[in-house]
């Protein structure tokens, strides 16, 4: 088996809102029907979709790895419109995370690896 790509389909309380939150955030958004929008950062991405079942969205994690924690971390202090909350930066054996709980209750692991 050779894989090309996984993508993750995200849900959305408010599927406005979580646009909104990803394209602020710094994902690229393109529209794939009235339902749903694929929302890349360079070559990574995952779908957005219009819906919500709580016990998904709040048992749903994805993993992001970015190169620059603390530049990623100061442009979601700068959101202040969204409801989204996330903890302190810290610093484990194997680089720096910090948690995001997105606008529908998902849960981002933002890590730099060393």
């Known amino acids: 088996m050779q894989v090309d790509d996984i993508r993750a389909f995200v849900p959305s309380k408010n599927y406005q809102q979580s646009q909104a939150f990803y394209k602020a955030f710094g994902f690229e958004l393109t ?14 991405g995952f779908f957005l979709q ?10 749903l994690m994805l993993q992001l790895s970015v190169l620059d924690i603390d530049e990623v971390y100061s442009q979601l202090r ?14 484990k054996p194997w680089g720096k995370e910090f ?11 933002i890590i730099e690896f060393i």
Do not use: H, M
């Not at 529209?31 to 990574?44: A, H, I, M, Q």
């Not at 700068?78 to 610093?91: A, E, G, H, P, W």
């Open 78 to 91: 700068r959101l202040n419109d969204f409801n989204v909350k996330y903890s302190d930066i810290t610093q």
């Open 99 to 109: 948690s995001l709980w997105g606008p529908a209750g998902e849960l981002w692991q």
């Open 31 to 44: 529209s794939v029907s009235d339902t749903l929008c694929l929302c890349e950062s360079g070559e990574c």
């Open 50 to 59: 219009d819906f919500y079942q709580p016990q998904l969205a709040n048992n």
